[in-house]
T-cell receptor, first 116, second 109 residues
Framework: DTAVSQTPKYLVTQMGNDKSIKCEQNLGHDTMYWYKQDSKKFLKIMFSYNNKELIINETVPNRFSPKSPDKAHLNLHINSLELGDSAVYFC???????????????FGDGTRLSIL | QKEVEQNSGPLSVPEGAIASLNCTYSDRGSQSFFWYRQYSGKSPELIMFIYSNGDKEDGRFTAQLNKASQYVSLLIRDSQPSDSATYLCAAYGAQKLVFGQGTRLTINP
């Protein structure tokens, strides 16, 4: 069973379109995250949610809107896609306070978004 | 100044030798530190975490933390070709993980 699963794995679309990425975790974790990894492999947090509540929003353009219908799901909707949005987007989850006292974050397989 | 800094490499090590990966961080409030391994085209996978000063060993891997120097390292003993990957150092503080840019490690047979 996949612990953190993301769909789709690949997303190729035109500039200006709107797209969504879905994430689900079956680990019973309370916290979920979205990360962006650019072409230089730099992994940067975008959002985090604790039990459906937004905790971190790292100065991400408001074209990006996360939604957490329940603590096992965190989706990412992106409006008006731009060339600079091309990247790999990773979903992750952790117990509450993930990172503190060594509670690790577990990553999904990533969604490779390519904007034409 | 980057919050978490790593030498991007590539770092080339012969098979069977010790690979030494280093990381520095700027936020003294960082509470714990993680090493992730990422193979090309794959997701980061956790190798080790450490939050107390000193060494922590797990099989062929040893993590070292020096909070006074704001320095974290990962040693890989008896390096294998399968260890070739990018290694990401991350510091946890203020409810978020901050990653370094990663060090690309190549183990030469």
């Amino acid at each position: 069973d996949t612990a953190v699963s993301q769909t789709p794995k690949y997303l190729v679309t035109q500039m200006g379109n709107d797209k969504s990425i879905k994430c689900e975790q079956n680990l019973g974790h309370d916290t979920m995250y979205w990360y962006k990894q650019d072409s230089k492999k730099f992994l940067k947090i975008m959002f985090s949610y604790n039990n459906k509540e937004l905790i971190i929003n790292e100065t991400v353009p408001n074209r990006f809107s996360p939604k957490s219908p329940d603590k096992a799901h965190l989706n990412l909707h992106i409006n008006s896609l731009e060339l600079g949005d091309s990247a790999v987007y990773f979903c992750a989850s952790s117990p509450l306070g993930g990172g503190g006292a060594g509670q690790p974050q577990h990553f999904g397989d990533g969604t490779r978004l390519s904007i034409l | 100044q980057k919050e978490v800094e790593q030498n991007s490499g590539p770092l080339s090590v012969p098979e069977g030798a010790i690979a030494s990966l280093n990381c520095t961080y700027s936020d003294r409030g960082s509470q714990s530190f993680f090493w992730y391994r990422q193979y090309s085209g794959k997701s980061p996978e956790l190798i080790m975490f450490i939050y107390s000063n000193g060494d922590k060993e797990d099989g062929r891997f040893t993590a070292q933390l020096n909070k006074a120097s704001q320095y974290v390292s990962l040693l890989i003993r008896d390096s294998q070709p399968s260890d070739s990957a990018t290694y990401l150092c991350a510091a946890y503080g203020a409810q978020k993980l901050v990653f370094g840019q990663g060090t690309r490690l190549t183990i030469n047979p």
